[in-house]
């Protein structure tokens, strides 16, 4: 097996590291900046943030919950709390405008454990065959809101690596490193973005979150690719770029509309040809006027983004 | 859902997609049940794990609990733990606390209820005296020191509603012959199991130590009724009327069961009985007995 040259290479020979790594750097910055705020707390003693993922309340004030959970525990019989119900209308906003899957790529703990497998498996030249479909995942999901239905119990929290990683590193792991190294050799020997992207029920459920988002990533230059395939290397759901990308004979117009599209970023960074922005999802019609103006606009809100 | 790896353009066929999609489907649901299942055998809580004022009963309490720890964020006492995947047998992410180590300080607010998001600890409760988040048990009458004859009293000292929850008994020490023995006994109806008193135990092991309710407690079974109560609060009998005992016993004779035992009509002469026997014993009954008193 012959090693391929890293990719985004040439990227960083035409842009520079930073600008090569500007989105995964923001993005380690998000993540690990989520997980001090909550760390804080019990290690320093300074309370901005209280609870974890599922819950938690800032500054005594902002109450956040996850919908999956939240979900999870009304169909279980739960009448939630005013300062559960308000966190997760905040929660569903917001994602609902920056793209349901955003909290994979910029807020999930587990990202960064299968992040690393990717780049084992890419290190060491692994391919494998194990065929899991990408829609397994929601399959999951409906199996993650059946159960509760059934049992009356929260049964998917007691497995939920996402929510036992986080949990775990905020509140004590326990045995729950087990389940984390066994989705980080899962990725590497087992599928390529096994976890992430094929079963993972919480990532399903955002992604349904963000089926009409606004902040999408628009291949605006497409008709600069060269076909160095690097994004399609370092994307963790390939499958979302390829309409965007290639889609300009068929009339397909440029933004990744896919809601399995993390927004993590990372084809920005390592396209040396700068095709990839972040911009809104009704670039798609401002394309089909195509106006410098129009396109001016779009670059104001990638910078917003 | 464009793009999401539907199978158009990739040469699979409808058989395949079908195919494939029902492999998932079967995957999934197995998986699903397998996950199910588990959970039931993995929820009992273990015995020395008490769950925060206020909890549901358990099974609801697994239904509402998220998982998000603002409990034990919000204990001032940092007593409350979340349970942890395969090192403390409590359903990971739940809180719980272990009163021996760190007992429940019943605090008059009891913060760590308003923190909950989910009513899993239910904010009806306002009175931290009506939490009933165990129940305390003098587990073993062999090494407590009360019950060897030594003052010791220390649950009793330490209990927050002391007199009401835990009282002391006196009893006679029949060891000694001559002292008290001081006996802590535990109430039901006003113990909340915070713990305090297992925490204090001076013992190497706690001979009063919190259970959960459904281990510390019996329970009756739901047809049974305390005639003596029934018949209280209906002031009657409710079943027969009641029949006033009558002894067997000789005309003139009557008997008191818990006064003077058996009485003799003064006036009442001795009928001739049917048995040639008695007659030739004559007399009274009583003589009968209490001469053969004296034979013996």
Not at chain 1, 64 to 74: G, N, R
Not at chain 2, 26 to 41: A, D, F, K, N, P
Not at chain 2, 267 to 286: D, F, H, K, R, Y
Request: charged residues 20%; neutral net charge.
């Amino acid at each position: 097996m012959a090693m391929k040259p890293r990719p985004g290479k040439e990227a960083v020979a035409a842009k520079g590291w930073l600008k090569a790594n500007k989105w995964l750097i923001l993005r380690r910055l998000s993540q690990f900046g989520i997980l001090g705020l909550f760390l804080l707390g019990p290690l320093v003693g300074v309370w901005i943030v209280k609870g974890n993922l599922a819950y938690s309340m800032t500054l005594d004030f902002l109450p956040l919950s996850d919908p999956h959970v939240l979900l999870q525990a009304v169909l279980a019989g739960v009448e939630p709390h005013k300062e559960a119900i308000i966190g997760v209308v905040i929660v569903v906003a917001v994602y609902m405008l920056i793209g349901g899957r955003v909290f994979c790529s910029w807020v999930c703990p587990v990202n960064l454990v299968t992040d690393l497998s990717c780049c084992v498996r890419r290190m060491l030249g692994i391919r494998t065959s194990t065929q899991i479909s990408r829609s397994a995942r929601y399959w999951l999901l409906g199996v993650t809101l059946i159960l509760p239905l059934v049992t009356g119990s929260i049964v998917w929290e007691m497995f939920n690596p996402v929510s036992m990683a986080f949990r775990g590193l905020v509140f004590g792991m326990g045995m729950a490193w087990v389940i984390l190294l066994g989705i980080f050799l899962f990725d590497i020997f087992v599928a390529k973005e096994g976890w992430c992207g094929r079963l993972c029920p919480v990532g399903a459920f955002y992604s349904l979150l963000g089926q009409k988002s606004l902040v999408r990533v628009v291949a605006e230059n497409r008709q600069k690719c060269d076909d160095c395939m690097d994004c399609f290397e370092v994307c963790p759901e390939e499958q979302v770029i390829r309409p965007a990308l290639y889609g300009a004979k068929q009339g397909v117009g440029p933004v990744i509309l896919s809601s399995n599209c993390t927004n993590c970023g990372r084809c920005i960074d390592v396209c040396a040809e700068d095709v990839f922005h972040f911009g809104s999802r009704f670039a798609n019609q401002k394309m089909n006027l195509g106006s410098a103006e129009d396109k001016r606009k779009d670059a104001t809100v990638s910078d917003a983004a | 859902m464009k793009g999401s790896g539907k199978a158009k353009g990739r040469g699979v066929n409808r058989r395949q997609f079908i195919g494939n999609m029902l492999k998932t489907a079967c995957g999934v649901s197995l998986l699903g049940m397998g996950l199910g299942i588990y959970s039931r055998q993995a929820s009992s809580l273990p015995a020395m794990a008490i769950r925060p004022p206020g909890a549901l009963p358990e099974e609801e309490f697994l239904g509402s609990c998220i998982r998000c720890g603002m409990c034990v964020r919000d204990c001032p006492y940092d007593i409350l733990k979340l349970g942890q995947l395969g090192s403390d047998d409590v359903v990971p992410g739940t809180p719980y606390f272990t009163a021996r180590t760190g007992p429940c300080e019943m605090c008059v607010d009891i913060p760590c209820v308003p923190a909950c998001p989910t009513n899993a600890l239910d904010h009806g409760l306002t009175d931290i005296n009506e939490a009933r988040m165990g129940l305390a048990v003098v587990v073993d009458q062999e090494t407590c020191i009360a019950f060897l004859g030594l003052r010791c009293e220390v649950c009793f000292n330490v209990c927050p509603i002391r007199g009401d929850a835990i009282t002391l008994d006196y009893q006679h020490n029949t060891r000694s012959g001559k002292h008290a023995l001081f006996i802590p006994v535990v109430h039901s109806d006003a113990c909340t199991g915070c713990g305090l008193c297992e925490k204090a135990c001076i013992l190497e092991e706690a001979a009063i130590k919190v259970f959960p309710m459904h281990l510390a407690k019996g329970e009756l079974g739901k047809h049974y009724r305390l005639g003596w109560k029934e018949k209280q609060e209906a002031g009657e009998a409710l079943v027969t009327p009641d029949a006033e005992h009558r002894y067997n016993l000789p005309e003139g004779v009557s008997y008191d069961l818990q006064g003077r035992g058996l009485i003799m009509d003064e006036a009442g002469e001795i009928p001739v009985s049917s048995n040639p026997l008695n007659t030739l014993n004559n007399s009274n009954p009583l003589d009968t007995l209490n001469k053969g008193l004296e034979n013996q």
